[in-house]
């Protein structure tokens, strides 16, 4: 029904937006999808009398007059072989705000109507081009911060998260058909007393989806960035580390105390990994409003922190009560920077467990990197492995949890030798939770969620 009312809608209209970035450039890329994609282009620019798939054309947009508005190139892609599924023509302008306004205008002028975000990506989705994960990666692809990010990303629009469910999906599929056979067929006298076996396919369903759900927080921590939280006594070097770390100068930094009056956040790309850097406050009694302002954001930031760089400066003997994460319940991974080696140590700090560091010759640097490196391997397994990176997003592991839970109840009813109709049900659950990881089962609010999020040239 729902692709049925989308089918349509997308066969009367021609969306165009603009995939590039607005601003001042070379380029301005404008794409343009829909059955009526060559009329529309035809009633605005000087076109050959036959035009080839695939190929460069330079030619003009003009106005109702014939006036040139701007000179192109255009590419046609043919159905169904685009990115839609459906004709796509790519305009490519001059770069200049007004220039590309005037083309765009132009098209709708012709009959073309504006995309909505994502709009391209979700007409390639209903047009089997793509599920739904894959789709979701070209969001994942556009938006990644750091080297496995990407690779994460590449993968599942390859296709891999989608594999897998369709494998457990085939598989699941063998086992419902069963029972429901079994119910439905009770003159063929088709054996159930095979339970171990069925509940041994399920059993190994199971574990695919465990699995998955296992990647949950890889993927997270890899869309997201590891949020680091860097603290420490006023005048430890919090504000330089940030700067030492990002290779330039983003923080203010300064003799006097609570010159950090305020949380700043940088990212940084660290062994393929990125890192969300927060520079905050000194923490300290605070001496006026504004610096206890500045003291609170750094509590609240430290309680959604995934690791702590704790910055002291190792040339002074330790301060009393000075720990940042006394007031914390849930204890990140923490670091301990010893700063200012360049300098003599206290002998206090003597057996401290942590990197000798020195913002000013970067000593410690690599080591600090390798340590933050470590201390994420056991989260991100793809760190040490070569082999492919299968990451979940919040929608995916909401859908493998409702799964395993009727796989789970479906299991306990054949082994209690209950009525064979209610491990059905279960099972039916479980396939529908299951079909909406790829979009095939989804409905139209889950979609709109999905492709919300996208940006107006995809």
Same mark, same amino acid.
């Given at each position: 029904m729902i692709e049925t009312m989308y089918d349509d809608v997308m066969n009367e209209s021609t969306i165009v937006a603009l995939a590039t970035p607005v601003g001042m450039g070379a380029?301005?890329?404008?794409?343009?999808?829909?059955?009526?994609?060559?009329?529309?282009?035809?009633?605005?620019?000087r076109l050959p009398s036959s035009l080839?798939?695939?190929?460069?054309?330079?030619?003009?947009?003009?106005?109702?007059?014939?006036?040139?508005?701007?000179?192109?190139?255009?590419?046609?892609?043919?159905?169904?072989?685009?990115?839609?599924?459906?004709?796509?023509? %790519?305009?490519?302008?001059?770069?200049?705000?007004?220039?590309?306004?005037?083309?765009? %205008?132009?098209?709708?002028?012709?009959?073309a109507v504006p995309?909505?975000?994502?709009?391209?990506?979700?007409?390639?989705?209903?047009?089997?081009?793509?599920?739904?994960?894959?789709?979701?990666?070209?969001?994942?692809?556009?938006?990644a911060g750091s080297d496995l990010a990407l690779k994460a990303a590449r993968e599942q629009l390859d296709g891999a998260i989608g594999y897998l469910a369709d494998s457990m999906t085939d598989r699941l599929l063998r086992v419902t058909a069963h029972? %429901?056979?079994?119910?439905?067929?009770? %003159?063929?006298?088709?054996?159930?007393?095979?339970?171990?076996?069925?509940?041994?396919?399920?059993?190994?369903?199971?574990?695919?989806?465990?699995?998955?759900?296992?990647?949950?927080?890889?993927?997270?921590?890899?869309?997201?960035?590891?949020?680091?939280v860097i603290v420490g006594a006023p005048n430890a070097g919090k504000s330089s580390l940030l700067n030492t770390l990002l290779g330039y100068d983003r923080a203010i930094v300064s003799e006097i105390p609570g010159t950090t009056r305020d949380t700043v956040e940088e990212w940084v790309q660290i062994g393929g990994l990125a890192l969300r850097l927060v520079d905050t406050a000194g923490v300290r009694k605070a001496s006026d409003r504004i610096e206890l302002a500045g003291i609170e954001r750094t509590e609240r930031a430290l309680a959604l922190a995934d690791l702590v760089l704790h910055v002291v400066d190792a040339s002074q003997p330790p301060l009393p009560d000075q720990d940042p994460l006394k007031n914390q319940n849930l204890l990140p991974p923490r670091i301990l920077v010893l700063n200012k080696a360049d300098l003599a140590q206290n002998p206090a700090w003597n057996t401290a467990q942590g990197i000798r560091f020195s913002c000013t010759t970067c000593q410690g640097l690599e080591e600090l990197k390798q340590e933050i490196v470590r201390i994420?391997?056991?989260?991100?397994?793809?760190?040490?492995?070569?082999?492919?990176?299968?990451?979940?997003?919040?929608?995916?592991?909401?859908?493998?949890?409702?799964?395993m839970a009727a796989i789970r109840q479906a299991e306990s009813s054949l082994e209690c030798g209950e009525s064979p109709e209610l491990a059905a049900v279960d099972l039916r659950e479980a396939l529908e939770a299951l079909s909406e990881l790829t979009g095939r089962g989804d409905t139209e609010d889950i979609l709109d969620v999905v492709f919300s999020s996208f940006c107006l040239g995809k």
């Open positions: 380029l301005s890329v404008i794409r343009m999808s829909g059955a009526k994609s060559l009329q529309v282009l035809s009633a605005c620019a080839v798939p695939r190929r460069v054309y330079l030619t003009d947009i003009v106005s109702d007059d014939g006036s040139p508005v701007d000179q192109v190139l255009i590419v046609w892609f043919q159905s169904p072989a685009s990115y839609t599924g459906e004709d796509v023509v %790519e305009i490519s302008c001059h770069g200049g705000l007004l220039v590309t306004r005037r083309v765009f %205008e132009r098209l709708l002028e012709c009959g995309a909505e975000p994502g709009e391209l990506t979700r007409r390639a989705f209903m047009n089997g081009k793509m599920d739904l994960t894959q789709a979701e990666a070209v969001m994942d692809i556009i938006a029972v %429901e056979a079994y119910i439905d067929f009770p %003159e063929e006298d088709i054996d159930l007393d095979s339970i171990a076996s069925l509940r041994n396919s399920l059993c190994e369903i199971r574990n695919d989806i465990e699995r998955l759900l296992a990647t949950a927080d890889q993927g997270k921590l890899l869309r997201e960035g590891i949020r680091t994420f391997s056991q989260r991100i397994p793809a760190l040490d492995a070569a082999a492919g990176i299968a990451s979940i997003n919040a929608r995916h592991q909401n859908a493998l949890k409702r799964a």
